[in-house]
């Protein structure tokens, strides 16, 4: 199961009842579809940064669930039959553990830089070990 994060903004023209029961419907998907919800966090009214269908703001909503990937699609499929939803966006959450996986993959530079080094200095140490220096060519001769 994957975590998902929707934020979705409700018109400002409706009651706070109207608005709860908005919710609550977007609430009973996530339950019905068997989803865990994690957090639900209402800002309430807020001023838009630009105006959506001529309003300047707009009650905004959070949800934080865990579930299957049916769950946003129904969600979205509700926002977008629905004329008082003005824009909404789902996220996936990645989880932490694949984040530090591909971190421990990667040397730090400052380490790479260093190890390089080393292996230059050795590699001149063992060419020059190979190579005769000039006073034995002459005792050679």
């Known amino acids: ?27 009973n998907i996530v339950s019905k579809k068997k989803g865990k919800m994690i957090k639900e966090d209402r800002w309430g009214k807020r001023k ?27 969600l979205e499929r509700h926002f977008r039959q629905s004329e008082t939803i003005l824009r909404f966006l789902t996220v996936r959450k990645m989880e932490k553990e ?13 380490k790479t830089a260093a190890l390089k080094e080393e292996e230059i200095i050795k ?12 006073e034995t060519k002459e005792e050679e001769k």
């Open 98 to 110: 694949n984040v530090r996986k591909k971190k421990k993959g990667i040397p730090e530079p400052e």
């Open 1 to 27: 199961m994957s975590q998902y994060e929707t934020a979705f903004l409700i018109s400002p023209n409706l009651e706070e009842e109207e608005t709860s029961k908005i919710i609550s419907q977007m609430l």
């Open 48 to 74: 838009l940064a630009y105006p959506i269908n001529k309003f300047e703001e707009a009650f905004y909503v959070f949800f934080h669930y865990e579930g299957e990937p049916d769950i946003p699609f129904e």
């Open 123 to 134: 590699t001149e140490e063992a060419g020059q070990e190979d190579i005769p220096s000039p």
